[in-house]
């Protein structure tokens, strides 16, 4: 007899494959391996105590303060424990229940239903300027294209165009000028039809620029305003391009000034939850969406923004991250930006684990590498 403990965390259906479960015995199994966590705040006490009791009856388990049987206080924060398949009998269980319960069971439901995305994928960064915070990222016309087909070859799915430094701080610069800086590349883009090759993606706000860049063979469309301007929902739509929807607090000037949130998780989810509706009002229909790691977040907000975006999953959204050489990393451990790869690949391995399905990225041939071994590991 030989006895191996498996992973505590991650899928269990590549082990019951091969085993030989049946289809429907893995499907059972897997939902009795796979444990969630809910944390749940300013929760009614007697919504609680009912929570706890009907968690407890199921297998879960329901973890409250001192005091709350008694109902000391009125509202008390919680930690949901339950296993797939416990979920689902306590979603449907709350739906009957006082106290506001039905609603916290109509988002255990949502989440239950999110399936995590398989298919990672690798984008690569182009900056047609000269002020992007990572020197070695910026190009200019046919050494923009060099850099293309470079990331092409080394494996990049997506690569992400931009002509105006976002960082901190960073000069606004005016429409002209940036689809001046643009122009060079997107026109040899489309004289070589590159596109055949690689999805391009626009790193623009700008109406005009947008366009030019999707009449040039560009579908995937970056705001980092997060399609407030109902001109680029349109346009998105009608080019049938997929828009990445970002969060940022603040603008590039000021958005490290101070970045304040009462629930950076909570209030992200919010900002999400409209702006998906807005852009699928005006036809959008593929999109993707970005936390914005430094768009207006301190290093706490930012750690806990990649520990948490299992939770964004419950849009049934692509998730993109881009910590790529960021200074949070510099926070973390002082180190020049040029230097920062190992903790790069550390942030998005991470993140990976946690939900994400496409990193953007300065460097594409070492992330492939590592989303190639990351994958083996998975079994996936």
């Known amino acids: 007899m030989l006895v191996t403990k498996l992973p505590s965390t991650g899928d269990i259906t590549p082990y019951l494959k091969e085993l030989g479960v049946d289809g429907g015995g893995i499907a059972i199994l897997a939902s009795k391996a796979t444990v969630h966590r809910f944390e ?33 206080h009125s509202h008390v924060n919680a930690l949901l424990i339950a296993t797939t398949k416990q979920l689902g009998i306590l979603a449907k269980k709350e739906l009957a229940q006082p106290f506001g319960l039905k609603q916290l069971a ?62 901190p701080g960073s000069v606004a610069v005016d429409a002209a000028e940036e689809l ?29 620029v947008v366009e030019y860049a999707l009449d040039r063979g560009v579908s995937i469309v970056n705001d980092i305003t997060g399609f407030s301007n109902a001109t680029l929902c349109r346009l998105c739509a009608s080019y049938q391009a997929t828009a990445i929807i970002m ?11 101070n970045p304040t949130y009462d ?50 999953l419950c849009f049934h959204k692509t998730l993109l991250i881009g910590a790529s050489r960021k200074s ?38 070492e992330h492939v590498q590592a989303l190639k071994v990351y994958e083996a590991l998975r079994l996936l």
């Open 328 to 365: 949070m990393i510099d926070q973390i451990t002082p180190t020049p930006v040029n230097e920062r790869l190992s903790g790069t690949l550390a942030l998005h391995l991470k993140a990976l684990d946690n939900g994400a399905s496409v990193l953007r990225v300065h460097d594409v041939k």
């Open 247 to 257: 969060h940022m607090q603040g603008t590039p000037q000021q958005m490290q000034k």
């Open 180 to 208: 001046r800086r643009l122009q060079p590349v997107l026109d040899i883009i489309a004289a070589e039809k590159l596109y055949d090759n690689v999805k391009f993606s626009i790193d623009s706000y700008r109406p005009n």
């Open 40 to 72: 749940i705040k300013n929760l009614h006490v007697g919504a609680a105590n009912i929570l706890k009791q009907d968690a407890l009856s199921v297998g879960a388990d329901l973890a409250v303060p001192k005091g709350t049987v008694t109902a000391q």
């Open 106 to 167: 109509e988002a255990l439901r949502c989440h239950l239903h999110t399936q995590r995305q398989h298919k990672r994928s690798i984008m690569g960064i182009i900056n047609a300027n000269d002020d992007s915070f990572y020197a070695q990222s910026r190009f200019n016309g046919r050494d923009a294209v060099a850099k293309i087909v470079e990331m092409i070859e080394a494996g990049a799915a997506m690569i992400d165009i931009g002509a105006v430094s976002s960082r």
């Open 263 to 312: 629930n950076v998780v909570a209030e992200i989810s919010t900002f999400f939850a409209e702006r998906i509706e807005r852009v699928e009002q005006f036809g959008v229909k593929h999109i993707m969406l970005d936390v914005g790691i430094g768009f207006g977040k301190t290093l706490q907000h930012n750690l806990e923004l990649i520990r948490s975006l299992e939770h964004f």
